[in-house]
């Protein structure tokens, strides 16, 4: 639960739970009743803030990711952003990554002498440190994978699993296009 005081007496909140399986958006009044009921028990304000929020303001969606791919690139097409490695926003690092993604892209592809090239350049300079803060992000989304996904991705969790400031310091310390 996450509670900003934007001004103008009004707070904005936002709230997440896990879910089996995404849902299709709702009707407010059944949407807002889905909400008062999973924070019922909380300390307040939470409860009596939800109680207080107009239905129509409330937008509930589904936050839906996928265990790491290991490849993004065929010939001459590749991918991007969250279509090439979405993760749940527990680190703030959805866009980061996409924009580390596009400047490492102009990077290989003003340096490569071929599409094809420049693209195994980037996929293999990007791939595997996505993976770690997918894995990172998933662990502290308390998002929990098939069976078969938990052992692929046993050796990129681990890696996921350094120290918070050893992990920082990997993480902001990065330059897209000075890699390699
Ligand atoms: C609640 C929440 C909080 C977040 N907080 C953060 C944060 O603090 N920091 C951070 O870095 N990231 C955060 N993110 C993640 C961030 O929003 C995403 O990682 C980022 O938007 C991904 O950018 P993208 O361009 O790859 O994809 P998108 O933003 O999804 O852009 C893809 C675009 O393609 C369009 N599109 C889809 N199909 C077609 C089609 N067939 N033809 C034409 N257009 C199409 C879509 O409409 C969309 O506009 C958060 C995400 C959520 C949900």
Redesign the pocket.
């Given at each position: 639960m996450v509670l900003v005081d934007v001004g103008a007496q009004a707070v904005f909140w936002?709230a997440g739970m896990l879910g089996a399986a995404p849902t299709e958006p709702g009707a407010p009044a059944a949407i807002h009743a889905r909400v008062l009921e999973a924070f019922r028990d909380w300390p307040n304000p939470v409860p009596a803030m939800l109680a207080a929020t107009d239905p129509h303001a409330i937008i509930e969606?589904p936050?839906v990711d996928r265990p790491p791919l290991t490849r993004w690139s065929v010939g001459r097409v590749t991918l991007?952003?969250?279509?090439a490695h979405?993760?749940v926003?527990a680190l703030?690092?959805?866009?980061?990554?996409?924009f580390e993604d596009a400047v490492e892209l102009a990077h290989c592809l003003t340096t490569a002498p071929s599409i094809e090239g420049a693209l195994t350049t980037y996929e293999a300079g990007r791939l595997p440190r996505t993976q770690v803060i997918q894995a990172r992000s998933a662990t502290q989304g308390s998002r929990a994978y098939d069976p078969d996904s938990e052992r692929y991705l046993r050796g990129v969790a681990e890696q996921a699993q350094i120290g918070q400031d050893a992990f920082e310091q990997w993480l902001y310390g990065y330059r897209p296009g000075a890699v390699r």
């Amino acid at each position: 639960m996450v509670l900003v005081d934007v001004g103008a007496q009004a707070v904005f909140w936002s709230a997440g739970m896990l879910g089996a399986a995404p849902t299709e958006p709702g009707a407010p009044a059944a949407i807002h009743a889905r909400v008062l009921e999973a924070f019922r028990d909380w300390p307040n304000p939470v409860p009596a803030m939800l109680a207080a929020t107009d239905p129509h303001a409330i937008i509930e969606r589904p936050l839906v990711d996928r265990p790491p791919l290991t490849r993004w690139s065929v010939g001459r097409v590749t991918l991007l952003g969250d279509a090439a490695h979405p993760m749940v926003p527990a680190l703030g690092q959805g866009a980061n990554t996409a924009f580390e993604d596009a400047v490492e892209l102009a990077h290989c592809l003003t340096t490569a002498p071929s599409i094809e090239g420049a693209l195994t350049t980037y996929e293999a300079g990007r791939l595997p440190r996505t993976q770690v803060i997918q894995a990172r992000s998933a662990t502290q989304g308390s998002r929990a994978y098939d069976p078969d996904s938990e052992r692929y991705l046993r050796g990129v969790a681990e890696q996921a699993q350094i120290g918070q400031d050893a992990f920082e310091q990997w993480l902001y310390g990065y330059r897209p296009g000075a890699v390699r």
